[in-house]
């Protein structure tokens, strides 16, 4: 029998071998990886006296390893597609990246801190306030305003109209999410207000809440849309050429629309639908875009294709829907024009 000096000289020397080995495994297919993304070796220090250190070691590189696959898979087979050109795109997200506008949103309370994280994540810098003194203030200093309805009370709404109206004498870009429109008559009538007396530049929705505000017999199911996307792009043209505004519908197929010309971006995740405030955070990223991008309609595209983007490769690598939460904020941090 070893003395026990030598059975822990004998156990620190075959973690070293067995780190060694791992170490040139992971390296050889990380580099045969390469060109699908990238991961962090984080390599620990043999304890001769725990062999966790061994296990650890592996740990990390298995996680650095099994997102560098999933990012390759998703390049090899990625499905987005959209209607905008990889010019525009690139250069409206670098443009967000350079300038990090503040986008000013007055939200509700369920998505605050999904859509700050998102927006600090584009490398946009959010403020959610909606205190109703402070509103002229507040958006005088901002880039957008991000207006949503999910939160509503009479003072709410007297907030919005007021910031509404403050972004529009200074010709600030205003983002209007009618967030369970057609859920209730209140609703509908909240978000038709904002729109007849602030004009937002750009509406987004999903499809029961545009069809909602064209036609008031829609009933939506609560938050959620009743109807696809392909089911609201005629009343999205319609409530465009009504209002003015770019409308925004989420679905399978994300459609833009000016009234007349139609952007689409396909892609995403069906996953993405069950995940909180995934909606209410694609109308923040709009308002950074809109900041930053004049043309509304590339903007709202833009935005629209960064989400899908980053949506499709945190699915790649995610086992259900708190583990996609968070690897989407990963991916929408990590997301660069040279990587789109």
Known sequence: MQAPYLQKSQKFLNLTIVNQIKSDIFAVLLGVLGTCGSAE????????????????????????????????????????KTTISSEVLSS?????????PLVHNITNYVVMNN???????????????????????????AGALV??????DDKWIEGMLAAGKAAMKRQI???????????????????????????????RGNASEIMALVDAGVKSKGVDSSATSDDALESAKRLAADTGAVVVISGETDYITDGTD???????????????????????????????????????????????????RAAAYSR???SMQVNFLDELYNLTPEKL
């Open 41 to 80: 070796i984080i390599p620990y220090e043999p304890d001769m006296y725990n062999d966790s250190a061994g296990k650890r070691y592996g740990i990390h590189c298995f996680v650095g390893l099994k997102q560098a696959v999933f990012s390759g898979l998703y390049n090899i087979c990625k499905t987005m």
């Open 115 to 141: 859509t700050a994280n998102a927006l600090l994540a584009i490398g946009a810098s959010p403020v959610m306030a909606h205190w109703v003194s402070e509103m002229e203030e507040m958006t005088a200093i």
């Open 262 to 312: 139609v952007h689409t971006v396909e892609g995403g995740s069906p996953i993405m639908t069950s995940v909180t405030g995934m909606g209410c955070t694609s109308t923040s990223v709009v308002g950074a875009f809109a900041a930053v991008v004049e043309e509304p309609m590339a903007a709202a595209a833009a935005a629209m294709a960064v989400m899908s983007l980053a949506g499709e």
């Open 173 to 203: 870009p205003i983002v209007l999410d009618p967030v369970g429109a057609g859920a209730t008559s209140q609703r509908t009538a909240a978000a038709m207000k904002i729109i007849e007396q602030c004009h937002p530049s750009i509406i």
């Open 92 to 100: 409206a997200l670098a443009a967000v990246r350079t300038k990090s």
């Open 320 to 322: 259900g829907n708190g």
């Open 147 to 152: 207006i949503n309805i999910g939160t509503l």
